[in-house]
């Protein structure tokens, strides 16, 4: 019962912490607009007027269909172009937007509009290389120099943000934050280089205390299974570390495990994640677990991965991972499968989840649905008795301020079990955690 008391304490203090949030710190790129179709709209026969009144009113292939027709007879017409390759680029026909955008700047190299639309098309198509080199070009066709807050000049300001943006995504975080510097000489109380330097700040110098506590419960009426865990994370510059110690309670067994836990990038792209726990007593978790997953970007918003789970129990399981996630706007979607050759009956596992980032990357909202496994990650032997399961779970994360994080999840499984009854599992899940 103290158990379960403290759970509800977590879950009810992080439920209404989250109802006090404050805005949190954007994402470092830019969010294409969504398209919320409504009726035709009346047209005017000018077509960039019509083009933009198709646009926000969520007919974007009309207004593809105008602005091409026009560009077919007067080719030669920048603006129509620059907002041609817009529209291309927020329906990610990325290659098109460019041939557009680089033929207005061909016309007209320093042409500002065009510029900064194709830095965008290169952040959303994950090419930040590439915008980052837009962004010294347009700076050098301006003569801009470092550190010279006399040439206050906005749109000197808007270039070295966006090339901030793009270094914070090429991972070279002390470089991103010496332009962030430079943009706020110019001007001290642009939004845009604080929010981009408060999270630069977050992610190269704090600290991340966290604790969490979880519990499952059944409907055989079997004892509830309980766990807590306490972390402590870095961020540096060539990735996270976390250190974390979890504790387990089943079946009136205890067990503890010590993990570390690493994010290293290994080249614009490209990063991996690197886990290993040991558990001296080896009760409940398997002795010795080792995990490594590695993830690219495939272009267009796609990111897929491949790894792999070792749990050294009294004999050793190997899982097999993969991933393809695709990110929308403010939404992700993730597909994941496991695989245990020739070990377990039905050692296939599926999960399909949604993730809606509402303000920044630490608040979001999400739900799954699994097939196979009840967890997504395993870790004890037990975790392999929901084989077959069925699994619904939603989850939220939301960031208080800059400093405090409240998380809170909960799930529901179903498992059909020959010659027995039906096994419901319940689980729920809340956290706290605190940067310094």
């Known amino acids: 019962m103290q158990a379960f008391a403290r759970l509800s304490t977590i ?5 209404l912490l989250a109802t006090a949030a404050v805005a949190a710190d954007p994402p470092a ?3 294409k607009p969504a398209a919320a179709e409504s009726p035709m709209p009346t047209l005017t026969g000018d077509a960039l007027d019509d083009a933009h009144t198709l646009v926000t009113s969520g ?8 602005l091409a027709n026009y560009l077919k007879t007067r080719p030669t017409n920048s603006d129509v172009q620059i907002y041609y390759g817009i529209v291309l680029s927020w329906e990610g026909r990325y290659d098109d937007a ?3 955008l680089n033929a ?5 190299p320093t042409n500002s509009d065009a510029l900064g639309a194709l830095f965008n098309v290169e952040m959303w198509d994950d090419k930040p290389a590439a ?11 301006r003569g801009y120099a470092s550190f010279k807050p006399r040439e206050a000049n906005a749109q000197n300001v808007s270039f070295l943000v966006s090339r901030a943006r793009a270094l914070y995504a090429l991972d070279r975080l002390a470089d991103a934050k010496d332009v962030v510097k430079q943009a706020l000489a110019i001007e001290p109380t642009n939004e845009q280089a604080i929010r981009l330097r408060n999270s630069l700040d977050d992610r190269m110098e704090q600290w991340r205390l966290s604790e969490s506590y979880g519990g499952d419960w059944f409907s055989d009426g079997r004892t509830p299974w309980h766990e807590s865990a306490t972390s402590i994370s870095r961020g540096t510059p060539a990735g996270s570390v976390i250190t974390r110690v979890s504790h387990a309670e089943r079946f009136g067994y205890t067990d503890n495990q010590f993990e570390v836990e690493m994010y290293p990038r290994i080249h614009p792209g490209t990063y991996a994640y690197v886990e290993v726990g040991v558990a001296p007593a080896a009760v409940l978790y398997p002795s010795v677990r080792f995990s490594a997953d590695v993830y690219h970007s495939l ?12 749990l050294h129990f009294a004999s050793t399981v190997n899982i097999y991972v993969t991933t393809v996630t695709k990110y929308k706007g403010n939404w992700m979607l993730t597909g994941k499968a496991f695989f245990i050759p020739d070990q377990l009956e039905g050692s296939r596992s599926f999960h399909g989840s949604v993730r809606r980032y509402l303000s920044g990357a630490d608040t979001y909202v999400g739900i799954r649905y699994g097939h196979g496994f009840a967890r997504q990650e395993l870790y004890t032997l037990e975790d392999f008795v929901s084989v077959g399961s069925d699994t619904l779970a939603a989850e939220a994360n939301v960031l208080l301020g800059r400093r405090l994080t409240a998380s809170v999840s909960g799930s529901a499984s179903r498992q059909e079990r020959p010659g027995l009854e039906t096994l419901n599992q319940y689980s729920l899940s809340g956290g706290l955690s605190v940067r310094f």
């Open 29 to 31: 790129d830019s969010a």
């Open 299 to 310: 272009g267009g918003g796609y990111e897929a991965s491949v790894g792999i789970r070792q």
């Open 59 to 66: 007919h974007r292939d009309k207004a593809i269909e105008t």
């Open 104 to 108: 207005v700047l061909k016309r007209s």
């Open 131 to 141: 915008a980052e080199a837009l962004t010294r070009r347009a700076l050098a066709q």
């Open 98 to 100: 460019r041939k557009e």
């Open 11 to 15: 879950v009810v203090s992080s439920l």
